[in-house]
Nanobody, 130 residues
Framework: EVQLVESGGGLVQAGESLKLSCAAS?????????IAWFRQTPGKQREGVSC????????NSVRSVKGRFTISKNNDENTVYLEMNGLKPEDTAIYYC??????????????????????WGQGTPVTVSS
């Protein structure tokens, strides 16, 4: 059974940093899975943020976070990270990690393909105050 558990969210001030973790179980990072980070705020559509293919480390991110957010993985710990620097109030959301075996991570529209991810974590809240 695939399970994803997020952690690392919190309350920070604008300009500060947070590092989110997504601990995955039920599959190996040698398997052809992709893990993505999505975020959602009340009244807004869910938005993909960054994605990584766990077997070969290819990454993709939306323009709004490029240069500020970095997605990475640790194969020994079966964990994907999202390091967020220069946080802005508009980054406030609940952040979810999701996994799929579909080859969609590096598509240009990956951020809108949340419905194609089969497994989701419970989310971790990030609040950025101004």
């Amino acid at each position: 059974e695939v399970q994803l558990v997020e952690s690392g969210g919190g309350l920070v001030q604008a300009g500060e940093s947070l590092k989110l973790s997504c601990a995955a179980s039920g599959f190996s990072f040698d398997d052809d899975y992709a893990i993505a980070w999505f975020r959602q705020t009340p009244g807004k559509q869910r938005e993909g943020v960054s994605c990584i293919t766990v077997w070969d480390g290819k990454t993709n991110s939306v323009r709004s976070v490029k240069g500020r957010f970095t997605i990475s993985k640790n194969n020994d710990e079966n964990t994907v990270y999202l390091e967020m620097n220069g946080l802005k109030p508009e980054d406030t959301a609940i952040y979810y990690c999701a996994a799929t075996r579909r080859d969609i991570c590096i598509r240009t529209n990956f951020a809108n393909l949340g419905a194609l991810y089969d497994f989701w974590g419970q989310g971790t809240p990030v609040t950025v105050s101004s």
